[in-house]
């Protein structure tokens, strides 16, 4: 499908996925590399691992990269590109603008080069170290159908109003996920990587606020008064979207949803309205097994997005800067 818009892991469960074919004909293998690189995954494991162990934020902001790679023209490493005289970069995006771990993919990436020159793509990269960022969060591992490829080309406007936003209500996620061919599952599955991470006042101010200054009625009022006060220090403080166990990947992000306790609009769309997802936003509050693997599967299937027909793409020698 094309897109219509401009090791032993710490985990309950492992999927295999070995071979997936995407829309332009290629074919996607968690074999991709066994015969040209295949230390890839050890590689790219042992790098990230190390990056976490002295800075654990690392990995929610990686899997975060991933998220907003897949969302702009496919999961094509576009995302990791500067800026050239010839284009901008859709890390210039404001939804980007906070946007971390460029560092660590940049690493990965040399160590790569060093053991496989020109052999496993950037985006390759980020789809293997967004599964082993979760999996250091006591996250579900997967396996990685491999053999992207990295686009020359950056797609600014839908860096600028393609992704999902904060302030998005139910229908708007379903059409943007539908765009990508994830249903409404999968969009309540993925939505899970909200148990980890941070957002800024900007984001959720109107949420805790609402029109009266007190928040809305779908928030709980002690909850909307605790992010008021994190408010209090600027548009650019920074809150947990689990506030329980913001550092381990779980399905607490479900509980706060049903105690109306979602840091952003689109977390809190979720559920509350009746209906299959707020079932199955229940489910995911109670069964954490069932989350997992429902948000291994999703993050298989986001993975699967291909760029669009006919984009130019390499293994790229550099994730910032495309071969010349």
């Not at 991933?66 to 969302?71: A, L, N, S």
């Amino acid at each position: 499908m094309s897109p219509s818009r401009s090791s032993s892991w710490p985990a309950p469960l492992i999927l295999s996925v070995l071979l997936v074919c995407t829309a332009n004909g290629d074919h996607l293998s968690v074999r991709y590399y066994d015969k040209t690189c295949p230390s890839a995954q050890h590689i790219v494991q042992s790098v990230l691992s190390s990056k976490v162990a002295a800075e654990p934020s690392m990995a929610p902001a990686v899997l975060r990269l991933f998220f907003h790679d897949c969302f702009v023209n496919g999961c094509d490493g576009s995302v990791l590109l500067d800026r050239t005289p010839f284009f901008l970069s859709e890390k210039e995006a404001e939804p980007n603008d906070s946007l971390r771990g460029f560092d660590v993919i940049d690493e990965i990436k040399s160590h790569l080069e060093h053991a496989c020159p020109a052999t496993v793509s950037c985006a390759d990269i980020l789809a293997l170290a967004s599964r082993d960022a979760v999996a250091l969060l006591g996250g579900p591992a997967w396996n990685v159908p491999l053999g992207r490829k990295d686009s020359r080309y950056v797609n600014m406007s839908a860096a600028m109003y393609d992704l999902p936003s904060p302030h998005d209500n139910v229908a708007a996620l379903i059409t943007l996920f539908g765009e990508y061919g994830l249903d409404a599952q999968d969009m309540a599955a993925l939505s899970g990587a909200h148990t980890v991470g941070t957002a800024r006042c900007h984001q959720f101010r109107e949420r805790v606020y609402g029109y009266d200054g007190e928040g809305g009625a779908d928030i709980d009022p002690a909850f909307a008064e605790l992010r008021r006060k994190t408010c209090q220090a600027g548009d650019n403080a920074a809150a947990p979207f689990d506030e329980q166990t913001p550092t381990r990947f779980d399905n607490a992000y479900y509980r706060d949803l049903v105690a109306r306790r979602g840091l952003l609009t689109s977390d809190q769309a979720l559920y509350g309205c009746g209906g299959p997802l707020d079932h199955l936003v229940e489910t995911y509050s109670m069964d954490a097994e069932a989350f997992s693997r429902d948000f291994a599967k999703a993050m298989v299937k986001m993975g699967n997005i291909p760029p669009p027909p006919g984009m130019p793409v390499e293994v790229r020698l550099s994730c910032r800067k495309v071969n010349y």
